[in-house]
């Protein structure tokens, strides 16, 4: 017999119709974006409920450099300043209550000051950042923190630090100058190596 399937039925045969073409494409991109949406979103629950990444120092213009000026008034309505606490290491942590990993790092925040209130060597400064002061001064006397928190009218303290986002810190020396500056979190005991290694000249 005479093989009548002309080569256009045969690459028909051999090629899935349209239809089924669409959905392996569908089902491949489908794959993709579990395939990144679970890293982000465990990325995600670990800010939300766990404990802060490690701290982590990034390049600043102001890093050798002194710190800009930080007076004003805090969320108890006392003045305060960064010139105050000069003679001491100064950690200046910018903080929302909005910001969940700030909220993450305020217990270790408190136990690096704690640590240090002590010998006096060291202190922290909260500079409040888009940020209602009331919300603030009711998450302080909730969560605990002794430090001054300095409302920044019109973010003029977080413009002058290069501030894009929170949380963000900055490690100032006795004399007044930027030793590094801290992206996203921090944890005490990344904290107290960083100021060993700024206080021994490593």
């Given at each position: 017999m005479t093989d009548t399937t002309s080569p256009e039925a045969t690459d028909a045969e051999q090629s899935p119709p349209p239809v089924v073409a669409g959905l392996?494409?569908?089902?491949?991109?489908?794959?993709?974006?579990?395939?990144?949406a679970v890293p982000v979103?465990?990325?995600?629950?670990a800010l939300a409920n766990g404990e802060p990444a490690a701290t982590r120092a990034v390049r600043s213009p102001l890093v050798g450099k002194p710190a800009p000026p930080i007076e004003g008034t805090t969320v108890d309505g006392t003045p305060?300043?960064?010139?105050?606490l000069k003679g001491k290491w100064v950690v200046v942590n910018f903080f929302a209550t909005w910001c969940v990993p700030c909220r993450n790092e305020h217990p270790e925040?408190?136990?690096f000051s704690e640590a240090h209130q002590s010998p006096g060597d060291a202190a922290v400064m909260g500079v409040i950042y888009s940020?209602?002061?009331q919300a603030?001064?009711?998450?302080?006397?909730?969560?605990?923190g002794a430090w001054p928190m300095v409302v920044d009218n019109k973010s003029r303290?977080?413009?002058?630090y290069g501030v894009a986002g929170v949380p963000e810190s900055f490690l100032v020396s006795p004399e007044g100058?930027?030793?590094?500056?801290?992206?996203g979190g921090v944890r005490a005991v990344d904290l107290d190596q960083l100021l060993y290694r700024a206080k021994t000249g490593q």
């Amino acid at each position: 017999m005479t093989d009548t399937t002309s080569p256009e039925a045969t690459d028909a045969e051999q090629s899935p119709p349209p239809v089924v073409a669409g959905l392996r494409k569908t089902r491949n991109v489908l794959w993709i974006a579990v395939a990144v949406a679970v890293p982000v979103a465990l990325l995600v629950l670990a800010l939300a409920n766990g404990e802060p990444a490690a701290t982590r120092a990034v390049r600043s213009p102001l890093v050798g450099k002194p710190a800009p000026p930080i007076e004003g008034t805090t969320v108890d309505g006392t003045p305060a300043s960064l010139a105050a606490l000069k003679g001491k290491w100064v950690v200046v942590n910018f903080f929302a209550t909005w910001c969940v990993p700030c909220r993450n790092e305020h217990p270790e925040l408190i136990r690096f000051s704690e640590a240090h209130q002590s010998p006096g060597d060291a202190a922290v400064m909260g500079v409040i950042y888009s940020d209602n002061a009331q919300a603030v001064k009711e998450f302080r006397d909730k969560e605990g923190g002794a430090w001054p928190m300095v409302v920044d009218n019109k973010s003029r303290i977080a413009l002058d630090y290069g501030v894009a986002g929170v949380p963000e810190s900055f490690l100032v020396s006795p004399e007044g100058v930027v030793v590094a500056k801290l992206l996203g979190g921090v944890r005490a005991v990344d904290l107290d190596q960083l100021l060993y290694r700024a206080k021994t000249g490593q």
